[in-house]
């Protein structure tokens, strides 16, 4: 209910949504001023956000709540570390109330805001949500009860970082190795679907791409490429894994995949599910899979769901 | 504060704890009764506490709740499936109801409970606690932001069944293969024990036992045995790579060692913190772990906790 902002703030670009009575009613981007560490994003999103309403004729003290999605972990509304923006220890809604008053500010994590987003469209009878995203990484979110869990570290739902692949894993990105974002994000599909392709003297059409990409190995495998089959069935025997330990932890009612690799669609969700059924407990063997439904919209939706919260 | 019964319901026993202002006062046992798929045990139960109430002079109106813990999976107060009592779909609380009036009646899984109850005494600054319960079986419970988690379908906090051992594990007994249970429960560290003196060459004092147990795997690694010593080595692996799963799930803010395995003490908890190191990412790399403090009666105070929440 009520008016609302959802602005998702990304390494590149800032998304600002505005909501009326839970409707997306406009979406605009701004880029993301990346100068002297991040220290102009949050006055420009203000001014971005007072043009737009003086424009559309919005009294700034009829708006409820203005929720932020931050790439990177955030406790207590204060974005602990944030190395694409600069930002170290920064209290967001302290800096936005300098420009716009407002007591309902809301900051989360971008991934655990999105799981948000999904799960405010997903409607009743789900309470509990675990959302994996695959994309230039792999992110998360959970929501327990309805709320997005934050951890003690603001690092609950980091589920590109459960360790996968124990033995000759992949260097992370975070400094361990083996993570499930080596094998699982874009770059980790093509990194494995190359070692595949050296591995094997099959015949595959992805040895005759120049620079291959993910959805060259989903589409391969579509059209029944045995290598990139081979590929999406180990991406979906660590993706399940995972899953069945995600769920002997939480026991969601649902998973949902998104980012940009879900796009491979139902082959994703088969191959996921087919791993995850033999390896999930009996009580959650059944829990279902589905692909996101915002896209890249998520982000503002679960900024501004998160103020209600 | 005010007065309360934790009752803790096991498959031989009920322990039954009366406290009175957050201190526990008493602790009795009765026998659970199985017969009749054990349509018995909580009119038994409610006997003994009006038994008790009586001899003590306790007004049965002055309790301000009963909590109950349960060896099976719990939704909404009903217990699922109770293998160790013959209960399907049973309503704890309606059935404790028709003997003892209160509208106050909490039950959770046993697991559940005993992490309410470490939680309860661990003290303030903690809100976010998982405990791994290492007995006969391996048991779970975790703990959001004050509150046990209950999950989808009640199995929330089953990390005995976290996806461990993914090639060659053996068999468990939720049908699944190769769960963190199948290494880290008693059984398990002898199964495993006994797996590698046959594959090893080495002398071990272990080979001289004539019914393996798992603390005389602990007490050899304590002396020294460098078989012994590597057993405990791959159980601390198995265990820290769970925990890592677990904490890139949820962040807690604590990790506690519960159950019979866990006097084996500081060689445990310092074996999976090595590994647990290794794998975990940098913002939850220094949760720490303890042993759990209540041992036996974690059970009784868990029940009594979830009855104020």
């Not at 203000?46 to 709540?65: H, Q, W």
């Not at 069945?244 to 088969?270: H, K, M, Q, R, Y």
């Not at 059944?286 to 503002?300: H, M, Q, R, V, Y």
């Amino acid at each position: 209910m009520g008016k609302k902002f959802g602005i998702d703030v990304g390494g590149t670009g800032v998304k600002i949504g505005y909501f009326d009575n839970d409707e997306l009613v406009d979406k605009f981007n701004i880029p993301t001023n990346k100068e002297n560490n991040g220290s102009e994003v949050i006055k420009e999103i203000s001014d971005a956000v007072k043009a737009y309403a003086t424009e559309r004729g919005i009294d700034l003290n009829d708006i409820d709540g203005y929720g932020f999605g931050i790439p990177g972990p955030v406790q207590n509304n204060i974005a602990t570390i944030c190395p694409n923006l600069g930002w170290i220890n920064y209290d967001v809604k302290k800096e936005f109330n300098k420009y716009i008053v407002c007591d309902n500010v809301a900051v989360a994590n971008d991934a655990n805001v999105a799981a948000a987003g999904e799960f405010w469209v997903v409607g009743s009878g789900v309470r509990n949500l675990v959302m994996l995203t695959f994309g230039t990484g792999v992110g998360g979110g959970i929501i327990v009860d309805g709320k997005v869990i934050e951890g003690a570290n603001g690092a609950a739902g980091e589920l590109g970082h459960i360790p996968s692949k124990i033995e000759g894993g992949n260097q992370c990105g975070c400094g361990n190795t083996g993570c499930l974002e080596t094998i699982a994000s874009a770059t980790g599909i093509v990194t494995e679907a190359k070692k595949a392709l050296l591995e094997s003297n099959k015949e595959s059409t992805l040895r005759h791409s120049a620079d291959l990409t993910a959805k060259e190995v989903f589409d391969a495998a579509k059209s029944g490429d045995i290598v990139a089959l081979e590929c999406v069935d180990q991406l979906g025997k660590y993706v399940g894994i995972a899953c069945a330990n995600i769920a002997a932890t939480v026991d969601p009612d649902l998973f949902i995949i998104g980012g940009g690799v879900s796009a491979a669609g139902e082959i994703l969700i088969d191959t996921i599910k087919k791993w995850y059924t033999q390896f999930a407990m009996k009580p959650f063997k059944d829990t279902p899979f589905e692909i996101a439904k915002l896209g890249n919209d998520a982000g503002i939706y679960g900024a501004a769901y998160i103020t209600t919260k």
